[in-house]
Nanobody, 125 residues
Framework: QVQLVESGGGLVQAGGSLRLSCAAS????????MGWFRQTPGKEREFVGT????????LYPDSVKGRFTISRDDAKNTVYLQMNSLKVEDTAVYYC??????????????????WGQGTQVTVSS
């Protein structure tokens, strides 16, 4: 069982930046593909980005491409989501997720094995 703990959420003005962190409780963090999702009330969880094992590559949806960047530090068992040029529509609860092994990018929530508790990001106009 892997526990994921997100941090770094908060309130920011439109155009600002936030960096979310997700710390994993596993000694084999490098074996996990990591993803970020977000969710607003009444909507399904939305894919925000993913990073492959060992940071070999990243994938983002068009809605955040060029503004959000995912990185990982396997020595710290942590994945990050740097969010720049934030928009009001980025307001959501942000979740990190982990999938053990795998060889490609994973963009749907059902493909992930473990989830964090979420952190609220609120962007004001």
């Amino acid at each position: 069982q892997v526990q994921l703990v997100e941090s770094g959420g908060g309130l920011v003005q439109a155009g600002g930046s936030l960096r979310l962190s997700c710390a994993a409780s596993t000694r084999t963090f490098g074996a996990y593909s990591m993803g970020w999702f977000r969710q607003t009330p009444g909507k399904e969880r939305e894919f925000v980005g993913t990073i492959s094992r060992s940071g070999g590559g990243t994938l983002y949806p068009d809605s955040v491409k060029g503004r959000f960047t995912i990185s990982r530090d396997d020595a710290k068992n942590t994945v990050y989501l740097q969010m720049n040029s934030l928009k009001v529509e980025d307001t959501a609860v942000y979740y990190c997720a982990a999938r053990r092994y795998g060889g490609t990018y994973y963009t749907t929530a059902t493909e992930y094995d473990y989830w964090g508790q979420g952190t609220q990001v609120t962007v004001s106009s």
